[in-house]
């Protein structure tokens, strides 16, 4: 063939070949170009939605935190009606919640909420995980959607942790949001629904959709696994594109997008065939063309090169936009071809993401919004980033004293920190930054340096947030240098007050309901308890009997109640049962209710009266003072007296003015004692002590008293200070508080102390003459029925009666003794034989042959009386008055009313009795009792009609012990109770045994005793 041939047809190969070749290459490459843009595109426009989402989100959490800090810190939580009224007062937040709001305590219980929701109020949510986190995370969180327990409608709850001042957490802030009506989720993804895709908001923790372009998707669960790949891998955590077929039997190109603040996802799609429709379009009409092309390559390349030229400008165009070599904007329509379809396709995503911007702008005024809020609290709020300043709300600006966020923004933060403080504020940064989510650190104190070098005392509470540019701390600032300096000035206000209680001389103590709520040192050390010991316990520890605690609480609450003060001096009681004079000083807190509160001062007389001495030349208490006081001259010339001088002594100022306070000596004191008195003034500056001393009329008196030397600035002698007190009643105390210690207050006869006091002397004097002497232990038969049918006060006045009767039957030089209850003690000296004593123990016994008449009651009653002799029966107190109980044992034994002298084998009896007690006690437990039947037989017949079940006890050491000795030990002692139950159990168990083998016993009788029927809970025993 010929060249001019083949070169044709080498080129239309040629042309051919390159006409087909660029078809396939367009093809491939306009589809991949195309299908980048609109994964970058459909990326770029989710997170834009995810973005729009979290700030959302992020905007309602810190609200829903500011109002639960401030609930916490107006302490709120436990009057619902205030709650009520905050959440009403801050509607402004509450518009970011179309649900409303509700407040739970720490329990879970609903206490307010708003909008008001029939039922909610007391409802316990305590059950709900969500509750559960929120106590244990104890930060703001975006709860899990849910259908509302009383609604039923589909819901997101935001809850947020309400803390009080001291840092314990009371309750919980929710708000709710509906996704069924009108709600920020929807007003964001509403901005880009288009006509053929869609966009979607996933809890992958609720497994459903929160929001969707198509609302009938909302709350919809999410596709079962494998149902549709792509929504599979959002489940699963995955952030980017890709294309999978959907529920509905669509292939789509999706794209996600996570949002952090809450762990949703947010999904737009499109389906595949609209996203690429004008690639179809393209390579339809790119094969026609290469057809004709084929035939007409000439013109066919004319027109290609027309048709491709829009192509090529749009698939540059869109590369520029994709490397940020151009702005995103809308392509210039190239008409209605495919080419100018797929530019209106782009065309649209551009005003989509217009519309995102125009919703950024629209978040970035809801960010202004917010700016206000944080602007209007009163604490300083600022965020630094790479340790720079990059917010700061006007509260911050007035702690730092700037004029405008310029003198902050941009500064090292550090640098508005006091340099005391960086090693701290740098530990708790590297917790922050060391964090993986985020963290609030608790409050603490520092010092931060204002713009003009001064420093400012704050309490900090710091937290890591995410923004648009990174992580960040956020710090809120409390002002407390007021706080401070008044802490200052109330601690040492206090430590005044508890100096001046704990060192005053005089004890303080405060009482409500009559129990001792606070006291000083002094108040304890008077009574001679430990510190805090006293503490909770009733005044009634301070008085020596409970009849005396009664009386003074009669007349001085009384006196309180009618708003005047009480002043009485008492006998106190110590701790050890000492007691002291002392006086008592109280005023209600509140007048008209005294026993909610009364402030009481006890002085022990001594140590008031020892400070007062202290208190040199002060007018007020020289002569308000009930102490005697005397001040002379160096040369002991009387200068002053005070009126109680003069009440003591008799003498007026006039009668002794320029006298010596010899004048008033008794003489009692010898010169020696002066002598000695006067060394000691000399050598120590004062003495102390007690004299007697006579007034104007003669009369002698013991007084307290007190001198002291009084010396100037530079050491001389200028006064001597005398002062005294009249000690008479003191003494005529001490004389009554040792009565009491050796005698029965009740009968006023020797008490057990005094009894073995005198017996111990009186063994002494007998063995000394050689003579004998009775101890007789005397104990009132049946005295326990009169107190307990007639009462104690009964009780009381028979133990008086039978006192006076005992002393109007012995002598004078016998001593009787109330040893406590009903026992007496006689010990009858210089006795020549044992006829003596019993005459005597008959003259007790005829005592009561005549009723005692007490409160129109006539009451009969014995005695018991048990006779030693020394010193045939022993010669120490502890062994006669052992003996004599004995011998009163074997009176009672035998009957009472009598008396029975003692012998050794009473002793033995006692011994062999306590013995034979502790082995009963265990008899049960040793299998030691053995149950005999006896039988009943009929006489006339010969047929057994029943048996008696009878009671033995093997003795491991004694053998077999008779009833009669050890039944009345059991009933004496209790025991009768679990012996009769366990008889009548082994001969319940023993007739079953024997019906069970075929003997019948018609009837068994088992013996009870009277101890066993007074329980009352026999039927029971036996049914």
């Not at 929701?117 to 559960?132: K, P, V, Y």
């Not at 790949?229 to 980017?240: I, L, V």
């Not at 999904?267 to 004008?278: D, G, K, N």
């Given at each position: 063939m010929r060249l001019t041939v083949k070169f044709p047809f080498f080129v239309l190969a040629m042309m051919l070949a390159v006409i087909w070749g660029l078809v396939g290459y367009f093809n491939l490459k306009v589809r991949h170009d195309l299908e980048y843009l609109v994964s970058a595109q459909q990326r770029s426009a989710v997170s834009v939605i995810a973005a729009s989402i979290d700030r959302e989100t992020r905007l309602r959490?810190?609200?829903?935190?500011?109002?639960?800090?401030?609930?916490?810190?107006?302490?709120?939580?436990?009057?619902?009606?205030?709650?009520?009224?905050?959440?009403?007062?801050?509607?402004?937040?509450?518009?970011?919640?179309?649900?409303?709001?509700?407040?739970?305590?720490?329990?879970?219980?609903?206490?307010?909420?708003?909008?008001?929701?029939?039922?909610?109020?007391?409802?316990?949510?305590?059950?709900?995980?969500?509750?559960?986190?929120?106590?244990?995370?104890?930060?703001?969180?975006?709860?899990?959607?849910?259908?509302?327990?009383?609604?039923?409608?589909?819901?997101?709850?935001?809850?947020?942790?309400?803390?009080?001042?001291?840092?314990?957490?009371?309750?919980?802030?929710?708000?709710?949001?509906?996704?069924?009506?009108?709600?920020?989720?929807?007003?964001?993804?509403?901005?880009?629904?288009?006509?053929?895709?869609?966009?979607?908001?996933?809890?992958?923790?609720?497994?459903?959709f929160l929001a969707a372009t198509d609302t009938g998707r909302i709350f919809?669960?999410?596709?079962?696994?494998?149902?549709?790949?792509?929504?599979?891998?959002?489940?699963?955590?995955?952030?980017?594109?890709?294309?999978?077929?959907?529920?509905?039997?669509?292939?789509?190109?999706?794209?996600?997008?996570?949002?952090?603040?809450?762990?949703?996802?947010?999904?737009?799609?499109?389906?595949?065939?609209?996203?690429?429709?004008?690639?179809?379009?393209?390579?339809?009409?790119?094969?026609?063309?290469?057809?004709?092309?084929?035939?007409?390559?000439?013109?066919?390349?004319?027109?290609?090169?027309?048709?491709?030229?829009?192509?090529?400008?749009?698939?540059?165009?869109?590369?520029?936009?994709?490397?940020?070599?151009?702005?995103l904007a809308a392509l210039p329509a190239t008409g209605g071809d495919e080419v100018g379809q797929l530019v209106e396709s782009f065309n649209e995503l551009v005003r989509d993401i217009d519309d995102a911007k125009r919703a950024t702008a629209a978040l970035k005024q809801s960010e202004e919004r917010y700016r206000v809020l944080l602007d209007s609290s009163p604490d300083a709020v600022f965020v630094h980033r790479d340790e720079r300043m990059t917010m700061a709300n006007r509260s911050a600006l007035r702690l730092f004293g700037a004029e405008h966020e310029g003198q902050l923004l941009g500064r090292p933060w550090k640098a508005l920190l006091h340099p005391d403080f960086h090693p701290i504020a740098a530990q708790r940064l590297k917790k922050l930054e060391s964090a993986d989510g985020s963290v609030a650190l608790p409050a603490v104190e520092q010092r931060y340096v204002r713009l003009d070098g001064s420093a400012v005392e704050v309490e900090v509470t710091t937290r890591n947030i995410t923004l648009a540019e990174g992580r960040a701390v956020l710090s809120v600032v409390r002002d407390i240098t007021q706080r401070k300096a008044d802490e200052a000035r109330l601690k040492g206000v206090l430590a005044q007050q508890e100096a001046l209680l704990d060192n005053v001389s005089v004890g303080i103590v405060l009482i409500k309901q009559r129990i001792i709520t606070r006291c000083n040192r002094r108040f304890e050390e008077l009574f001679g308890y430990d510190a805090q010991e006293m503490l909770g316990q009733s005044t009634k520890i301070m008085y020596p009997t409970e009849e005396f605690y009664q009386e003074i609480g009669q007349r001085a609450y009384t006196a309180l109640a009618r708003g005047e003060s009480y002043l009485e001096e008492v006998w106190f009681k110590r701790k050890d049962g000492g007691q002291f004079r002392g006086s008592l000083n109280g005023k209600a807190v509140e007048a008209g209710d005294p026993h909610e509160g009364s402030v009481w001062i006890c002085t022990d007389l001594t140590a008031q009266r020892r400070d007062q001495e202290r208190a040199q030349l002060a007018a007020s208490v020289f002569e308000s003072t009930v102490e005697g006081i005397m001040i002379t001259g160096a040369d002991q010339a009387i200068l002053a007296i005070n009126r109680a001088f003069t009440e003591i002594t008799g003498y007026t100022e006039q009668e002794v003015l320029g006298k010596n306070p010899r004048l008033l000596s008794s003489g009692r004191q010898t010169p020696e004692f002066y002598g000695q008195m006067w060394k000691a003034i000399q050598q120590s500056g004062k003495w102390r002590g007690e004299i007697w001393n006579r007034r104007k009329n003669g009369d002698e008196f013991p007084e307290l008293l007190s001198v002291n030397m009084v010396r100037d600035a530079e050491g001389r002698l200028t006064h001597y200070v005398g002062v005294f007190s009249d000690i008479s009643a003191q003494k005529d105390a001490e004389q009554q508080l040792s009565f009491l210690a050796h005698h029965d207050p009740l009968t006023g006869l020797p008490n057990r102390v005094l009894f073995n006091d005198r017996l111990t002397h009186a063994i002494d004097r007998a063995a000394r003459d050689g003579g004998q002497l009775a101890v007789m232990f005397i104990d009132l038969d049946r005295f326990k029925d009169v107190n307990d049918t007639l009462g104690h006060q009964i009780g009381d006045q028979l133990l008086r009666s039978t006192a006076r009767k005992f002393q109007r039957a012995i002598r004078a030089s016998d001593t009787l003794a109330r040893l406590g209850g009903d026992e007496f003690a006689l010990l009858v000296e210089d006795i020549h034989e044992v006829s003596d004593a019993v005459m005597v123990a008959q003259k007790l016994l005829a005592a009561f042959a005549r009723p005692f008449s007490l409160a129109e009651h006539e009451i009969h009653i014995s005695a018991s009386i048990g006779i030693s002799f020394y010193p045939s029966d022993g010669a120490e107190v502890r062994e006669l008055v052992k003996n004599a109980d004995a011998a009163m044992y074997r009176t009672k034994a035998k009957g009472r009313n009598n008396y029975a002298c003692y012998a050794p084998e009473m002793t033995q009896s006692g011994a062999e009795r306590l013995r034979l007690e502790a082995t009963l006690r265990r008899s049960i437990q040793n299998r030691e009792l053995l149950v005999y039947f006896q039988p009943q037989v009929d006489l006339a017949s010969g047929v057994l009609v029943g048996m008696e079940a009878l009671v033995r006890w093997r003795h491991p050491e004694l053998g077999l012990i008779p009833p009669v000795k050890f039944i009345p030990l059991a009933e004496e002692t209790g025991f009768i109770t679990a012996l009769g139950e366990w008889v009548l159990r082994e001969a319940c168990a023993k007739v079953s045994a024997w019906r069970a083998s075929g003997h019948v016993v018609p009837r068994l009788s088992v013996n009870l005793s009277i101890k066993q029927i007074e329980r009352g809970d026999m039927i029971g025993l036996i049914a």
């Open positions: 959490l810190r609200a829903l935190g500011e109002l639960a800090k401030n609930l916490g810190q107006h302490q709120m939580m436990g009057e619902p009606a205030r709650i009520d009224g905050f959440l009403q007062d801050n509607l402004a937040a509450g518009a970011l919640f179309n649900g409303g709001f509700f407040v739970l305590d720490s329990q879970g219980v609903c206490l307010a909420d708003w909008p008001r929701l029939s039922g909610r109020i007391g409802l316990n949510f305590a059950q709900h995980e969500d509750f559960r986190t929120i106590l244990e995370r104890r930060q703001p969180a975006v709860n899990r959607a849910r259908s509302g327990s009383l609604s039923g409608r589909p819901l997101v709850s935001m809850s947020a942790p309400i803390v009080d001042g001291a840092g314990q957490l009371v309750g919980v802030l929710v708000g709710l949001t509906y996704l069924d009506s009108d709600n920020y989720l929807g007003q964001i993804i509403a901005t880009y629904k288009v006509e053929s895709g869609g966009v979607l908001v996933i809890d992958p923790r609720a497994g459903r919809q669960p999410v596709p079962a696994a494998g149902v549709n790949k792509m929504h599979d891998r959002y489940m699963a955590g995955y952030e980017g594109s890709g294309v999978a077929t959907s529920s509905r039997d669509i292939e789509e190109l999706s794209s996600g997008r996570r949002i952090s603040a809450t762990g949703w996802f947010a999904v737009i799609t499109l389906p595949v065939a609209a996203a690429f429709a004008p690639v179809a379009a393209l390579q339809k009409a790119l094969l026609i063309a290469a057809s004709v092309l084929s035939l007409i390559v000439p013109w066919l390349a004319a027109v290609a090169g027309r048709w491709l030229r829009p192509l090529r400008e749009t698939t540059s165009a869109l590369r520029e936009m994709t490397v940020g070599q151009r702005p």
